[in-house]
């Protein structure tokens, strides 16, 4: 089992940054993989980005490339999550997820098997 609390969300005025954490606990050689997830209300969870442990590499959605910023710690005990130039339309829960897949698709919620509670994160126009 994998443990994975989020911190760092709270309230921004648009253009503002936040850096949101996620430390993971318990068996984290098991995962391959973390990623970061938002929930909109009244809106489905989507992918935001994510991290491959095996060659580093990265993947981002299209609404945050160029604003955000994923990284983590060599350990993986944690990822963060550099938000710039934040907008209204970024307001959301934001969770972090492991996978423990060796082949996964990093946009795919079905690919992670463990998740945090999230963190609110409200940007103010």
């Known amino acids: 089992q994998v443990q994975l609390v989020e911190s760092g969300g709270g309230l921004v005025q648009a253009g503002g940054s936040l850096r949101l954490s996620c430390a993971a606990s318990?068996?984290?050689?098991?995962?391959?993989?973390m990623g970061w997830f938002r929930r909109a209300h009244g809106k489905e969870r989507e992918s935001v980005a994510a991290?491959?442990?095996?060659?580093?590499?990265?993947y981002y959605a299209d609404s945050v490339k160029g604003r955000f910023t994923i990284s983590s710690d060599n350990a993986k005990n944690a990822v963060y999550l550099q938000m710039n130039s934040l907008k209204p339309e970024d307001t959301a829960v934001y969770h972090c997820?492991?996978?423990?897949?060796?082949?996964?698709?990093?946009?795919?919620?079905?690919?992670?098997?463990?998740w945090g509670q999230g963190t609110q994160v409200t940007v103010s126009s």
């Open positions: 991290i491959r442990w095996s060659d580093g590499h990265i």
């Open positions: 997820a492991a996978t423990k897949a060796i082949i996964w698709r990093m946009d795919t919620t079905s690919s992670y098997d463990y």
């Open positions: 318990g068996r984290t050689s098991s995962s391959n993989g």
